[in-house]
């Protein structure tokens, strides 16, 4: 995936919203107003030694876990809690291993969501 298939499937996601918090060089898209993936475009204060494309998930602490065992291309997010978020660099990575935990992420946020509001979103 590049950085605009990404982007465009993420905000294919029912309910999805983008904005930029933390400056010109991270997306942060959002469902309810909850963080689910942080988008780096690249440059900026937020760049690092290893430049790759990346976003930041949030997963359960065990699918973390799990992952960065699995797969080289996720570690440890760089200024999230480590526990709950992990650094995905999608480009090492197949499209559909992207898109499959970008809505794993989505749906971990709607999971958490008050009951009356969580149902529009895992009915999905």
């Known amino acids: 995936m590049n950085i605009e298939e990404v982007r465009d499937y993420t905000l294919s996601l029912y309910g999805v919203t983008e904005d930029q918090p933390f400056g010109d060089d991270i997306i942060t898209f959002r469902l309810e107003g909850k963080i689910f993936v942080c988008l780096w475009l690249g440059g900026g204060k937020h760049d690092m ?5 990346r976003l930041a998930l949030k997963l359960s602490p065990e699918r973390n ?3 960065r065992r699995q797969f080289a291309a996720v570690t440890p997010a760089w200024h999230w809690n480590k526990k709950h978020w992990s650094n995905v660099y999608y480009g090492q990575l197949e499209d559909a291993l992207v898109q499959e935990w970008i809505k794993e992420s989505y749906l971990l946020v709607a999971s958490k969501l008050p009951k009356a509001v969580r149902q529009k979103y895992i009915k999905r």
């Open 49 to 53: 030694e290893n430049s790759e494309p």
């Open 65 to 67: 876990e799990k992952l």
